[in-house]
Structure formats: C-alpha cells, structure tokens
C-alpha cells in the first residue's frame, strides 16, 4: 500500500463549480499536510499548508484535515480557469522525508 | 530570494550520452531534494541531502545516476550512461529544515529530459 493515494482525475468542472479534491494516507504518524498546484511545465508551488487536524481557509481555497479518518481535502469555491492544474497533497513529519500523492488533473472549463 | 534554480529546462540527448542536471537551492536552507516525475509514477524521491551530505540515496535506480552537493548553494545529478527510460522532469527542492519539522518544501521549475 502506498503512504498517500490521490485519485488522479482527471476532473473537469465549468467555471464557478465547487471542487473537492481528497487525499487518503496510512501513516498516522504523518503531521504536516500541504497541497501543492502545479502548472503545465513549471514546479509544484506551496498551495496550502496545515498542521494536524481542523479547516485552514485562504481566499477560495479551504484545507481540510481530518486525522481519525487518515483522510485530506482541499475545496476549491467559485473555480476558475486559472486553477486549471494538477494539484498534489504532500505530507510530512514521520521522518525526513515528503511524502506526495500522484496528483490530481483539474481543469475549469469557462 | 530567487528561489530553487535549476539548469537546464531543457535537455535532449542520446542514448549513452552524460546528463548533468544542475540545482542551487535557497540559500540558508539545509536539506535538498531531488525528484523525478513521470506521467505513470507521479514524483519520486532519489535522493535528499542534508547540510551538504546525501542521507538517503535508495531511491536512485541505478548506478548510472549518482547525485553531489560540493558546497550548500549546488548541487548535481548525473545519469551516466543515459537511457531512453530516463526521460522524465527533474525537479530540485529545498527546505530550511526536514520533513520532520513543520518547515516547508520549495520547488525549482524542474529539467525535462528526453532521451532519445
């Protein structure tokens, strides 16, 4: 079983739409849960960053984390063409390394 | 701060050909990471080093690749012999400290490479 599995789309929704974007993880030792969104041809870029269970929101951005469930989201609200990307959670804090999902392939169509 | 610098963005080579994948990460930060994605694998770790020093090379795939970091502002990959299985993006991170801290992970805009 992989530490972290991301259904990888792909998923496509028309601007305004609500996207719901999940991650799940095994490892319960994880602490540090961040989603990264990454353009065609450029790097992942930090998208959201949060620490143990809760909501974290950013503008139309909002990090979920639920712990017991060992079970991540991020909602994006009023989509637009710009988030158009791939979007990958990451996870950290059992050892020194980042743990990453496979992606997921969101596109907005206008 | 520019950020994680890669060099080059691109790079296409032949089958046997040297690749020297170049990185210099934030400066101030500690631990630097090497990746490589693919379509059907997603991001893999290589391999990370901390404070100059390579901590965890098992995800290299072969000896053809081997990674350095002389000093705390560069690093290298090389594939020596390359294949055409190495085409793939290359991408360098770095962060202030490990992934045992709630430090964060930064990304240099990655090398295509393509091995024909």
């Known amino acids: 079983q992989k530490e972290v599995e991301q259904d990888p789309g792909p998923l496509s929704v028309p601007e305004g739409a609500i996207v719901s974007l999940n991650c799940t993880y095994s490892n319960s030792a994880f602490q540090y849960f961040m989603w990264y969104r990454q353009y065609s041809r450029k790097g992942p870029e930090l998208l959201m960053y949060?620490?143990?269970?809760g909501n974290k929101e950013d503008g139309r951005f909002t990090a979920q984390v639920d712990k017991s469930s060992k079970y991540i989201s991020l909602f994006i609200r009023d989509s637009q063409p710009s988030d158009s990307a791939t979007y990958l959670c990451?996870?950290?804090?059992?050892?020194?390394?980042?743990?990453f999902g496979t992606g997921t392939s969101l596109t907005v169509i206008p | 701060d520019a950020g994680v610098i890669q060099s080059p963005r691109h790079e296409v080579t032949e089958m046997g050909q040297e690749v020297t994948l170049r990185c210099k990460p934030i400066?101030?930060?500690?631990?630097l990471f090497w990746y490589r994605q693919t379509m059907m694998r997603g991001l893999e770790l290589l391999i990370y080093f901390n404070n100059n020093v390579p901590i965890d090379d098992s995800g290299m795939p072969e000896d053809r690749f081997s990674a350095k970091m002389p000093n705390a502002s560069f690093s290298t990959l090389k594939i020596q012999p390359s294949e055409p299985r190495d085409s793939a993006v290359y991408f360098c991170?770095?962060?202030?400290?490990?992934?045992?801290?709630?430090?964060?992970?930064?990304f240099g805009s990655g090398t295509q490479l393509s091995v024909l």
């Open positions: 400066s101030g930060h500690d631990y």
């Open positions: 991170a770095s962060s202030l400290a490990g992934a045992a801290t709630n430090e964060k992970l930064f």
């Open positions: 949060t620490y143990s269970s």
């Open positions: 990451a996870m950290s804090g059992a050892g020194n390394q980042f743990y």
